[in-house]
């Protein structure tokens, strides 16, 4: 991991945030990559968590967060997490009907009053309608205001978004930024002093391929800033400055992709009369990067004497070291490789690491540079 990347990525979020809205926060969505988070490089430099599970409350407590600097989400949190978070203070997301029953309960049985957030969705292009969250589109969000507004336990001070799908289109955000300041306005009485937080979730891209399922048109990375100035075009009108709640962020994959390579090396190069493609098999392993399902690596050749392996590229198929017939980590043009040449995978930080298991090898420790 080059640290220099992943500093970079944090400060230009936060920056652009900073410039254009005000009071605000960037939470690192923890479970994009463990190792990541277990760094004191995020922390030091004031980014939040953002944890979706007790577990991960715990881990980031742990770690040292003290409450307040958690954000905490997720559709599966017990009665005791929810008992311990109210006592902490985390920032906590209520995702929907019967959790929030629930917490009516722990929080009437502790005395309160609490502080809490909403999550909401809606339907939007390409972000789709989540399960998660209470939707705006047919009174379920007004409803979940309503049962706060009647729990002398809880007070509603955030409201949070995060969307199903993935975009790089700018304009989604901006139209989930405008349902959000619509429902402020409309449906949360005082909204400008009630409302401490505004939570807009991840969903900003990094810069790995295209994924599988997105039509060449619809995958464009635009710069961080250009979200930012959506979102906050949208936000602004409702909330004059001097009224305006912490805008948060959750960055997963925007902040850590771009910073982490895997590296493997060429471990045979086996011929046969069946494949007449250049066959090579590597130390790496699908496992090791799961996400190629889902969208194609980038990846590079270098000779042992890292000179980037160039010229005419050759029919070829990439296999893994598992003994998965299926651990093909690339079929194509690929340049000609030699035994013991690096095999380096480019962006691959976001969700690899973590969706990955040690299966049959350990998982690739992460080299901090
Ligand atoms: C609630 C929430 N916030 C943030 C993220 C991070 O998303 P991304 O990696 O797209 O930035 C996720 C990912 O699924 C999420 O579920």
Redesign the pocket.
């Known amino acids: 991991m080059d640290a220099a990347i992943l500093t970079d990525r944090a400060t230009a979020m936060r920056d652009a945030m900073a410039g254009r809205w005000g009071p605000c926060a960037v939470a690192y969505?923890f479970?994009?990559n463990y190792q990541v988070a277990a760094l004191p490089l995020l922390r030091d430099l004031g980014i939040l968590a953002?944890v979706?599970s007790g577990r991960e409350y715990a881990m980031a407590r742990d770690l040292g967060f003290e409450g307040p600097q958690i954000v905490f989400?997720?559709p599966h949190k017990s009665d005791e997490e929810l008992r311990r978070a109210l006592l902490e203070g985390p920032l906590l997301h209520v995702h929907g009907g019967s959790e929030l029953e629930r917490l009516v309960r722990v929080a009437t049985s502790l005395g309160g009053p609490f502080e809490v957030g909403i999550r909401v969705a809606a339907s939007l292009p390409y972000f789709g309608h989540s399960r998660f969250g209470f939707s705006l589109d047919d009174g379920e969000a007004d409803a979940a205001v309503g049962r706060i507004r009647e729990c002398p336990a809880l007070e509603l001070t955030g409201l949070h978004f995060?969307g199903l799908g993935?975009t790089t289109d700018p304009q989604c955000h901006r139209l989930a930024a405008r349902k959000l300041a619509a429902f402020a306005q409309k449906s949360i009485p005082g909204y400008q002093s009630a409302l401490r937080t505004i939570d807009l979730?991840?969903?900003?891209p990094a810069h790995g391929l295209r994924p599988h399922n997105r039509e060449p048109e619809s995958w464009d990375p635009r710069p961080i800033d250009e979200y930012i100035e959506a979102i906050v075009e949208e936000l602004a009108p409702a909330f004059p400055e001097a009224t305006r709640p912490t805008l948060i962020l959750?960055?997963?994959?925007?902040l850590v992709n771009d910073a982490i390579l895997l590296v493997s090396r060429v471990i045979d190069i086996p011929r046969s009369r069946r494949d007449t493609r250049q066959v090579v098999l590597s130390n790496a392993s699908i496992s090791m990067v799961p996400l190629t399902h889902y969208t194609p690596q980038i990846i590079q050749a270098w000779s042992p004497e890292l000179e980037l392996r160039e010229g005419e590229l050759r029919d070829s198929v990439l296999y893994g070291a598992s003994c998965r017939e299926d651990d093909v980590l690339q079929e194509g043009p690929f340049p000609s490789v030699e035994i013991g040449d690096f095999l380096v995978y480019c962006a691959v930080g976001?969700?690899n690491a973590s969706l990955g298991p040690d299966f049959i090898f350990e998982s690739p420790p992460l080299v901090v540079l």
Do not use: I, L
Not at 201 to 204: A, L, R
Not at 250 to 254: C, F, K, S, T, V
């Open positions: 969505s479970k994009t953002e979706v989400n997720g995060h993935d979730g991840g969903g900003f959750e960055p997963g994959r925007y976001a969700y």
